[in-house]
């Protein structure tokens, strides 16, 4: 069955940098364009990055566009999302989710169980 | 950018009674050339990942209950439960997926047992 485990969350400060991982399987990773959807505590949903399949594009939301990275290494089925300059409003669960095409254009179809980022001083 | 937004923001219902939850779009999700509507469906529980439970506008994920359906197209959408169950306690959002990859969400309605 698939499944989607973020890992990499922690309590860190405004201004640093943070990495979490997705570890995929039970699908053909390198088949399916992935992306990073983020809730802040009590809030809802906000879509954050994308990547297609093979890693070649890449799309952000403006909120994080420029501070965060995302990428993917098929060889290890694994996701990620580089996090720079850090802010308070960062703060929130990360969750992974599986795109049901190749190219990220379309809905997500699984998720992981999500990943606590909290940014404070 | 397209907005979407849902109504009400919390709905109590009576067990076996048929909840109806409304999503609104600021702009048509509907793609002339292949007549399909970009919106789905998620429900997230407390403590869960959201989970989805219809693509298209209509198209019901597999394994998800037949009470749930989904209607509309062009800027205005339905979630319907036909029945409602306990285990249907949760927020449920929209999403389009018209202007990707600039996705937008809806911003939940918190269904409750009356």
């Known amino acids: 069955q698939v499944q989607l485990v973020e890992s990499g969350g922690d309590v860190v400060q405004p201004g640093t940098s943070l990495r979490l991982s997705c570890a995929a399987s039970?699908?053909?990773?390198?088949?399916?364009?992935m992306h990073w959807v983020r809730q802040a505590p009590g809030k809802g949903l906000e879509w954050v990055a994308a990547?297609?399949?093979?890693?070649?594009?890449?799309y952000y939301a403006d909120s994080v566009k420029g501070r965060f990275t995302i990428s993917r290494d098929n060889s290890k089925n694994t996701l990620y999302l580089q996090m720079s300059s850090l802010r308070t409003e960062d703060t929130a669960v990360y969750y992974c989710?599986?795109?049901?095409?190749?190219?990220?254009?379309?809905?997500?179809?699984?998720w992981g169980q999500g990943n606590l980022v909290t940014v404070s001083s | 950018d397209i907005v979407m937004t849902q109504s009400p923001d919390s709905l109590a219902v009576s067990l076996g009674e048929r909840a109806t939850i409304n999503c609104k779009s600021s702009?048509?999700?509907?793609?002339?050339?292949?007549?399909?509507?970009?919106l789905a469906w998620y429900q997230q529980k407390p403590g869960q990942p959201p989970k989805l439970l219809i693509y298209?506008?209509?198209t019901r994920e597999s394994g998800v209950p037949d009470r749930f359906s989904g209607s509309g197209s062009g800027t205005d959408f339905t979630l319907t439960i036909s029945s409602l169950q306990a285990e249907d306690v949760a927020v449920y959002y929209c999403l389009q997926y018209y202007t990707t990859p600039q996705y937008a969400f809806g911003q939940g309605t918190k269904l409750e047992i009356k």
């Open positions: 990547t297609s399949f093979d890693g070649s594009n890449e």
């Open positions: 702009r048509s999700v509907l793609y002339s050339s292949n007549n399909k509507n970009y």
């Open positions: 039970g699908f053909i990773f390198s088949s399916y364009a």
């Open positions: 989710a599986r795109d049901r095409g190749l190219y990220g254009d379309a809905f997500f179809d699984y």
């Open positions: 298209w506008a209509s």
